[in-house]
Nanobody, 123 residues
């Protein structure tokens, strides 16, 4: 079973940047996989942030992060990254890495989740 481990969260001022990492271990990330980032703010539902198709590198972003966040991957390292620039207070939340097999923004499409990493953006 593939395990996902996120890192890179922290506290920053609005306008700052963070780079999150998601390392997959314990198995192979198959070429048919889709890797995604979701986030969850206190009292809110977990929401889609970005995804990348492992084989083709096709990307998709939530409108709220488009132009500010960049998802990328290094296949040889089994790692997915989320570069977050121009952070806003509303980006605060716990960020989760997920693995699925469908090109989908629906969290129910993902069957493999990490524990998450906290991102706090102060005004």
């Amino acid at each position: 079973q593939v395990q996902l481990a996120e890192s890179g969260g922290g506290s920053v001022q609005a306008g700052g940047s963070l780079r999150l990492s998601c390392a997959a271990s314990g198995g192979r990330v198959y070429s048919s996989s889709v890797m995604a980032w979701f986030r969850q703010a206190p009292g809110k539902e977990r929401e889609f942030v970005a995804l990348i198709r492992w084989h083709s590198g096709s990307l998709l972003y939530a409108d709220s992060v488009k132009g500010r966040f960049t998802i990328s991957k290094v296949n040889a390292e089994n790692t997915v990254y989320l570069q977050m620039n121009g952070l806003k207070t509303e980006d605060t939340g716990r960020y989760y890495c997920a693995r699925g097999s469908q090109y989908s923004t629906d969290r129910s499409s993902y069957f493999n989740w990490g524990q998450g990493t906290q991102v706090t953006v102060a005004s």
